[in-house]
């Protein structure tokens, strides 16, 4: 079993930043790769950025690419999404998940936390 709570979210500006964290318990290192989605009003939930826990391989949606970016603290099990320049398209309830297989299956992760939500004014 792996619990994951997302906390970090609220509302930015347009053009500002934002650094979500999630914090993971439980089996962690079971699961090699730990991704942020997002989910917009009246869309499927899209897949934002991954990280693997032993070496670190972070991949990135082009959406996001060159404005956010994803670390890990082993340590503390704690996996973070830095958010710059934020835009009105990044306005969504952000989950970070588990998975031991593709980085961007939505349908292969096994755990998610609750969400937190991110609203970017313009």
């Known amino acids: 079993q792996v619990q994951l709570v997302e906390s970090g979210g609220g509302l930015a500006q347009a053009g500002g930043s934002l650094r979500l964290s999630c914090a993971a318990s439980g089996r962690t290192f079971s699961y090699n790769v730990m991704g942020w989605f997002r989910q917009a009003p009246g869309k499927e939930r899209e897949f934002v950025a991954a990280i693997t826990w032993r070496i670190g391989t972070t991949y990135y949606a082009d959406s996001v690419k060159g404005r956010f970016t994803i670390s890990r603290d082993n340590a503390k099990s704690t996996v973070y999404l830095q958010m710059n320049s934020l835009n009105a398209e990044d306005t969504a309830v952000y989950y970070c998940?588990?998975?031991?297989?593709?980085?961007?299956?939505?349908?292969?992760?096994?755990?998610w936390g609750q969400g937190t939500q991110v609203t970017v004014s313009s």
């Open positions: 998940g588990a998975t031991l297989k593709s980085y961007d299956d939505f349908a292969g992760y096994d755990y």
